[in-house]
T-cell receptor, first 115, second 112 residues
Framework: GAGVSQTPSNKVTEKGKYVELRCDPI?????LYWYRQSLGQGPEFLIY????????DSGLPNDRFFAVRPEGSVSTLKIQRTERGDSAVYLC?????????????FGPGTRLTVL | SQQGEEDPQALSIQEGENATMNCSYK?????LQWYRQNSGRGLVHLIL?????REKHSGRLRVTLDTSKKSSSLLITASRAADTASYFC????????????FGKGTTLSVSS
């Protein structure tokens, strides 16, 4: 596809459940980012992949959050034992290569609601 | 934590007027970027200005950067209803540029 895609667009789950959010970056982009955006706030960095490896996971809030990118393309953000405070829009972005001066292209996001 | 802080939080103008949004940040940067977000979903990159640049133009957009004051401004000239959106400034999380730090954004409403 031409842009970053994310699935599902909306996810409603119950407290304590496990969820997986998927991101398909722009083809050929080696850098991939996950952000979380709460209502009325700007996006907050979670994790950055360069190729298959997580180069910076300093934004993950706790060990319930985990992300993978096994083949250096598609990435999955995994949240265990979801809590109501995890409700937010989860945004994925990619860029041609990491580092400064690179425009990040964002997907439409996945709206996660934890009941 | 958020590096950038946009001002004002909300701005309402009429079509044809100019809109100015400001952003302040705390630490030294490699570059500063502005993004637009419609309907609370995906962000669209507008413009990137490097730390050694003072002004940049792109169509109806004009961005200035004052590193001594750690501030930037985004000017949208001759605004249109389609410019209605939230606007965010973003700076590098660190020197390696592994991620962006966003402000809370300015919500712009342009009425026709």
């Amino acid at each position: 596809g031409a842009g970053v895609s994310q699935t599902p667009s909306n996810k409603v789950t119950e407290k304590g459940k496990y969820v997986e959010l998927r991101c398909d970056p722009i083809s050929g982009h080696t850098a991939l980012y996950w952000y979380r955006q709460s209502l009325g706030q700007g996006p907050e960095f979670l994790i950055y992949f360069q190729g298959t490896g997580a180069a910076d996971d300093s934004g993950l809030p706790n060990d319930r959050f985990f992300a993978v990118r096994p083949e250096g393309s598609v990435s999955t953000l995994k949240i265990q034992r979801t809590e109501r405070g995890d409700s937010a829009v989860y945004l994925c972005a990619s860029s041609s290569h990491g580092g400064s001066y690179n425009e990040q292209f964002f997907g439409p996001g996945t709206r996660l609601t934890v009941l | 934590s958020q590096q950038g802080e946009e001002d004002p939080q909300a701005l309402s103008i009429q079509e044809g007027e100019n809109a100015t949004m400001n952003c302040s940040y705390k630490t030294s940067i490699n570059n500063l970027q502005w993004y637009r977000q419609n309907s609370g979903r995906g962000l669209v990159h507008l413009i990137l200005i490097r730390s050694n640049e003072r002004e940049k133009h792109s169509g109806r957009l004009r961005v200035t950067l004052d590193t001594s004051k750690k501030s930037s401004s985004l000017l949208i000239t001759a605004s249109r209803a389609a410019d209605t959106a939230s606007y965010f400034c973003a700076t590098d999380l660190n020197q390696a540029g592994t991620a962006l730090i966003f402000g809370k954004g300015t919500t712009l409403s342009v009425s026709s």
